[in-house]
């Protein structure tokens, strides 16, 4: 069986991703390609606003050993490969630049009802869910941190089935 569940464990409790391979084939096995090389061991979340991110930005010891994405699975919703899990409160995305087949290590646990990224530059390919209600607390306290403090710090990021 293929590993589907996400698990982070940080400063202020576990966040579990169930991961949705048939939605965004690609990105989830980039995405556990970047956890089995423990690219997200020791980063933190950064930026709390409508989403709750993490990954390697602005890190200075850390680099991605993957290339970039090459291709946004959302199509911005409007191909016939799209993605059809909206970007809503508890759905986890890649973050790229304004130019949509450009994801890399960047990940967004989107805390408010966000559609509107399922179609800009792009779209932003959702390839996850925040899995139970103490996940969701969990989500929920690291945001506050973040907006307060500036980081939480992601000690250990695995994968299980």
Do not use: W
């Not at 979340?45 to 709750?52: G, M, T």
């Not at 969701?136 to 980081?151: E, T």
């Amino acid at each position: 069986m293929v590993a589907t569940l996400l698990t982070l464990e940080t400063t202020h409790g576990t966040i579990r991703l169930r991961l949705l391979p048939t939605s965004a084939p690609q990105t989830v096995a980039h995405i556990i390609n970047l956890v089995q090389s423990k690219t997200y061991n020791g980063t933190s979340f950064y930026r709390s606003d409508f989403a709750l991110q993490f990954g390697l930005h602005g890190s200075s010891t850390k680099h991605n050993p993957y290339s970039d994405l090459t291709i946004n699975e959302t199509g911005g919703l409007s191909s016939a490969n799209r993605n059809l899990v909206s970007n809503m409160r508890g759905t986890v995305a890649v973050a790229h630049f304004d130019v949509p087949d450009n994801g890399n290590s960047e990940l967004f646990i989107n805390l408010t009802d966000n559609p509107h990224l399922d179609t800009v530059y792009g779209g932003y390919c959702v390839f996850a869910r925040v899995e139970g209600a103490e996940s969701f607390d969990v989500v929920d306290r690291v945001a506050d941190v973040v907006k307060r403090a500036g980081k939480v710090d992601i000690h250990s990021a695995r994968m299980s089935e």
